[in-house]
């Protein structure tokens, strides 16, 4: 019996092993790609190597928040607590990664224009999604999360996936001062510089999966715990003596 139960263990642990190796070998190479073979940009100096960490941060902010928006929209059409876990996950995943786009943001711009904070459209956008899922992290926060919360939670990470969109093309809808070096418009990049960026992308993709795996993992245990709590709780098992 023992062993049946801890197979499926074994086996979801392969996989997971094996991502979590890969992301450390990543690792490695980005750190060499990044602070050996990329060139430092002429014009703004070691403050440039920010770039290969905020970009793929970002890119991990639109997979987590559009992953917990789409795990909310299944929730509520099926009501099944799997969903909602990896509509938890995606959530907080992508606040974790966001944090950091409005972390590294400012110091990046404190360079390039010389001053840590401007109103930009893609700024001011990806801050507004920030604080939609940051308020989705708090609802779900609370002690027991109840039916309500939890369709009221889905509601709200489904609203803030129309905001991705508007970060995305802000800057080509209202001209703001952000680059688009990716694809040329802002200057381009140097051939040097793509592997370190493409490795990043790799990199942040595997820590991603890897964390909002954990996370949904958690929170059906979570789910499970809560469910045996609650049907103690009706057979008179938690009363006091």
């Not at 972390?103 to 904070?117: C, D, F, N, S, V």
């Not at 949904?216 to 003596?241: F, H, M, N, S, T």
């Amino acid at each position: 019996m023992s062993q049946q139960a801890t197979a499926p263990a074994t086996r979801a642990s392969v996989p997971f092993t094996l991502l979590t190796a890969a992301s450390a070998v990543l690792m490695l190479v980005e750190l060499y790609l990044i602070f050996v073979h990329a060139p430092v940009e002429r014009q703004m100096g070691i403050v440039q190597k920010i770039f290969y960490f905020h970009v793929p941060s970002a890119y991990m902010m639109y997979l987590g928040f559009g992953l917990s928006a789409v795990a909310s929209a299944v929730y509520l059409a099926k009501r099944d607590d799997r969903w909602d876990a990896w509509a938890v996950a995606g959530a907080e995943v992508g606040a974790v990664f966001c944090l950091i786009v409005l972390l590294t943001g400012p110091l990046w711009a404190r360079k390039a224009w010389g001053t840590y904070w401007t109103w930009d459209p893609r700024i001011t956008t990806t801050l507004l999604a920030g604080m939609v899922y940051f308020a989705y992290l708090v609802l779900r926060s609370f002690g027991s999360t109840g039916e309500v919360e939890k369709r009221f939670a889905a509601v709200l990470s489904i609203f803030g996936l129309l905001d991705l969109p508007i970060i995305h093309y802000s800057v080509q809808r209202w001209r703001g001062t952000h680059p688009t070096v990716i694809t040329g418009k802002g200057g381009g990049l140097h051939p040097d510089m793509y592997p370190a960026l493409f490795v990043g992308f790799a990199l942040f993709t595997a820590l991603g999966v890897l964390l909002m795996w954990e996370r949904a993992r958690v929170e059906r245990l979570r789910q499970r715990v809560q469910g045996i709590e609650i049907e103690a709780a009706e057979r008179g098992l938690l009363e006091e003596a």
